[in-house]
């Protein structure tokens, strides 16, 4: 059960960082004459320190706070260190230094945290309330290793009650060098940003006139859902899957039922409730909700039909749009929205069943992944924390389930050799379940997928098989996710593939380029050829030269780009270009439609 190792700490770098938060807070003041300063901490790849300034600073002035930062540098001021009893510590940050939001902590150090003193550092005539630790000297941070990148705005400890601060972030490392690579990697970062390439290569929109978080799918977005669809109708009804379709509003009670009213309701669209006469009955009971989930709806279609073991595993798969009320604060582009479409499904087994589907299922999510070459990704298995005092109202009360379904689930990733990381107290209410946590171009690191155990809500719907024994058994369930929902899996491969999509997942597949409007004829020809084979192609009609077209279908990302004139309408060929690459290469049309459309089959990534 090896663990994705933490990076160790660099000690060092450390304190470069916060020596140079020091050194920027220095420069800041003496540019910015009355500048107060908030916090100044070191963090992840650099620094930052907070200001309220006497007047608003744009980005065009952090070159000049360089510059001061860097002369402090040269000027090799070293760092004192010295302890003052509160009393003549106050005095010193509010007379000597003039800093109310530095009081306020040494306040808020001696009450609450019982320090009797508080920790200044000085160097050159510039003092911190600080706790260190620092470089010796100002001199011993390298001064072409860091760089002030951006300006924010920050409340005052986080609070938007509180003064809102102007938050300068620094950039810093050991050499000019891992600097230079790691802007280079932050600048790729944003050229992969799925919002700046979903809206260039015209893939989804969010628009004030239908709601925050609803994402509008253009036709570019439209044809990768359908793909994806496409895959999972394919590996799923390999895998014994069976579709169903329910609705997206539902009656209060089945809320009730599943137990997510009232622990959930916060996370829900507001009740729709039927008073007037001929729009449904009245009363709150008969209130519609926007479903934030599938898994009641699937409970409800088991229900409807009577089951013997032998049905069972019997899986019911669904791309089934739901809602949430996430807070507005969260969304971001694709990755948090409020109207989603998820790869879902729920599995119903015995008992004796559980392992085998649980790896079934495992299995099926690396399929997926290895199929999108995803690699940067490991699993954590959630579990519940018995000693948790709010352990009643976190779980189903059950340890004997509890017992059972962490340990199947735990053999099942160890017989599997899986890697895995543990997360006590964050399996879901009820039962452990296993994330597929990602991490983006970014770094970011976020849950892409998951595979739940479920020993308790199937009994809560009074769901049922007939064992061997003829007696009535509650099923297990199985809840999973692997693509997880259409927005954030899309952002996801959007941000992995840069825009360039494999050819089966390109929105537009093909763009044919007649060399000019003679051979209009036969690209026609052609497009008619392979939109017969399902290949969404294009035919470039425009006035613009054949260069200018080339451009535009690179720009667009297309994979293959078809330029035909005379010798390839003589000949019946195409002349091939791919995407990302330099040489083009002549073929006979018909072997071209031949070997295009093997590649979509195979999804071949080439
Ligand atoms: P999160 O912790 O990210 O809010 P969750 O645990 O509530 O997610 P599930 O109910 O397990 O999510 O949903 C399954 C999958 O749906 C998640 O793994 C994720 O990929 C996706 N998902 C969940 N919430 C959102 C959202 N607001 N926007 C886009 N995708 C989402
Ligand atoms: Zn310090
Ligand atoms: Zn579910």
């Known amino acids: 059960m090896p663990v994705i190792e933490e990076k160790p700490q660099d000690e060092k770098l450390f304190r470069i960082r916060h020596s140079l938060a020091h050194v920027m807070a220095q420069a800041v003041q003496t540019l910015y004459p009355g500048t107060k300063l908030g916090f100044g901490p070191a963090i992840d790849d650099g620094f930052y320190y907070d200001f309220i300034l006497p007047k608003p600073l744009s980005d065009a002035e952090l070159p000049a706070i360089e510059g001061k930062m860097r002369e402090i540098i040269a000027a090799a001021q070293t760092f004192s260190h010295e302890d003052l009893p509160l009393d003549a510590a106050l005095t010193r940050i509010e007379g000597q230094m003039g800093e109310p939001f530095k009081a306020e902590y040494a306040r808020e150090l001696a009450n609450k945290k019982g320090h009797r003193e508080i920790s200044f550092y000085t160097n050159g005539g510039f003092v911190d309330m600080c706790e260190g630790p620092h470089v010796s000297k100002t001199s011993d941070i390298p001064a072409d290793a860091f760089k002030l990148h951006s300006l924010a705005g920050a409340y005052w400890r986080g609070d938007e009650r509180n003064a809102m601060m102007t938050r300068i972030y620094g950039y810093a490392f050991n050499t000019k060098a891992e600097l230079d690579e790691y802007v280079t990697a932050v600048e790729q970062a944003r050229q992969r940003d799925h919002r700046k390439l979903g809206a260039e290569l015209r893939i989804y929109a969010i628009r004030d006139e239908i709601g925050k978080g609803l994402p509008l799918w253009l036709p570019n977005g439209a044809a990768i859902r359908h793909e994806l669809e496409k895959l999972a109708h394919e590996m799923e009804f390999r895998a014994g899957y069976k579709k ?40 709150p009971e008969e209130a519609y909700y926007l479903k934030p989930m599938n898994c009641p709806h699937h409970h409800m279609v088991f229900a409807s039909e009577k089951h013997s073991y032998r049905d069972l595993p019997l899986r019911y798969t669904e791309y089934g749009s739901v809602y949430r009320f996430e807070r507005a604060g969260a969304l971001q582009g694709l990755t948090r929205v409020r109207g989603m479409t998820m790869n879902d499904a729920h599995i119903y087994v015995t008992p004796e069943q559980l392992k085998e589907e649980f790896q079934a299922v495992m299995q099926l999510h690396e399929r997926y992944y290895s199929l999108f070459g995803l690699t940067n990704y490991f699993m954590r298995l959630s579990l519940w924390d018995p000693a948790d005092p709010k352990r009643g109202s976190k779980y189903v009360d059950d340890p004997e389930n509890w017992a059972l379904s962490e340990r199947l689930v735990t053999e099942a990733l160890e017989e599997m050799g899986a890697n895995y990381k543990l997360s006590p107290g964050e399996a879901a209410f009820y039962g452990p379940k296993v994330d597929f946590q990602f991490v983006t171009v970014t770094g970011r690191e976020f849950t892409l997928s998951t595979n739940q155990l479920d020993f308790a809500v199937p009994s809560r719907f009074g769901l049922a098989y007939t064992d061997k024994d003829g007696k009535e058994k509650t099923p297990y369930c199985i809840h999973r996710a692997p693509m997880g929902t259409h927005e954030r899996f899309i952002a996801f491969l959007i941000e992995h593939f840069g825009g360039a999509f494999p050819t089966w997942l390109a929105p537009v597949q093909v763009v044919i380029i007649p060399v000019s409007d003679k051979f209009l004829a036969y690209g026609k020809k052609i497009e008619a050829l392979l939109r017969e084979d399902l290949v969404r192609v294009e035919l470039d009609t425009s006035s613009a030269t054949m260069g200018k077209k080339i451009q535009e279908g690179a720009t667009r990302k297309v994979p293959i780009l078809l330029v035909v004139g005379g010798k390839e309408e003589t000949e019946q060929t195409v002349t091939v270009r791919r995407y990302g690459i330099k040489e083009q290469k002549a073929m006979p049309l018909a072997g071209f439609v031949e070997m295009l459309s093997q590649e979509i089959k195979e999804r071949r990534h080439v």
Do not use: Q, W
Not at 250 to 270: A, F, N, Q, V, W
């Open 244 to 283: 169903v379709a329910t609705p997206h509003i539902t009656k209060r009670g089945i809320y009730e039922t599943s137990g997510h009213i009232p622990l959930y309701e916060d996370g829900m669209y507001p009740p729709m409730v039927l008073e007037e006469e001929g729009r449904g009955a009245g009363g």
